[in-house]
């Protein structure tokens, strides 16, 4: 009887385990048992560009060689990383931080307001030195560098966090993804919070020293914030409609019961000022840009910044409001009025509702302040 021809026997196709992101993959292209060298050892070289958002980013490979087991695959894969200490090869361009955070940024802005937009877009700008590496070759020394560096040029704790949510949510976007294996970014350190500095109010010198130089851009802006004690983000989001000129005042607060919806006095100091920003077809009463837009909170301070170099002075927009109270009581104001424009939660302060006598009684304080 003939003997019948033997079918050859496939390879094993087990291995031991799973690589990690980003290191390569070994498997089987023939099962049937045919080839010298059934496995494929591959190589990433970069990432597929998704066609549309929400598109899943995929690698791109590169095939290095065949083997005839798995094992001799894995050590295929193993020689070539040994050899290459750089990891990945550098002919094909990597996903970058700039364009994983234009794939993440969409879906991260859905619902939100145009000052977050902006807030984002400043955080960004922040991590720069990142925007043209390959997200899988940053690692957390690489944006700790960064935090290290703005502490140096004192900034703000906020922008601080600001950096290192951007670098977050880079992050965040490339595990989903497959883009990253680790959240470096979760590593970053902002330091200890420090003491909180003791606020300088300014000088009577320095404050007529900014009337004369009122033509400094936006140092109308620092002579409003220092005659009316209010908060940055309450100035920058005063509303057109809720400014008063003929009644002189305007609408606007926050953070507090107290603060929330209390009027502000317009002392004749600064009413040429808010005059001169008053345009009835904007949303907001402080728009320096052309679009109409809010400034942000981190865009103003930028602004300030300059305003304080350029005259030789050194304070921040919340020392305004510490300089408006100590002006009010020097000058004899009385002290729930104090307590009402300022919006700080006194035992005598129980109204909700502002009478024709009570604008009266602000502006009479307000109108104590001279230069």
Known sequence: MARGRQKKQAPSRSRPGRYGNGYGTVYMIDKTGCRRKPFVVKIPIGFSKPKKEGEKVKYVYKTIGYATSWEEGDAMLKQFHDTHADGLLEEVNLATFKEVYDLAIPRKLVGTTEATRKSYEHGLALCSSLHDMPVMKIKTAHMQKIIDGLREDGKSTSTFTLAKKVCSLVFDYAIKNDLADKNYASFIDLGRSTEPTKKVPFTKTEIKRLFSNDFVPYADSVLILLFTGIRLNEFISIKTENVHLKERYFITGSKTDAGKDRIIPISHLIERYISDMYHPDNEFLFTPF??????????????????????????????????????????????????????????????????????????SAIDLLKV
């Open 290 to 363: 052309n679009d109409g837009t809010i400034v942000t909170k981190a865009r103003y301070r930028h602004m300030f910044d300059t305003v304080m170099q350029q005259l030789n002075m050194s304070h921040t927009p919340h020392e305004c409001r510490h300089t408006f109270v100590s002006m009010l009581d020097d000058a004899g104001a009385n002290k729930v009025s104090i307590q009402k424009i300022a919006g700080h939660k006194g035992s005598d302060v129980t109204e909700k509702v502002y009478t024709h006598k009570n604008i009266e009684q602000l502006l």
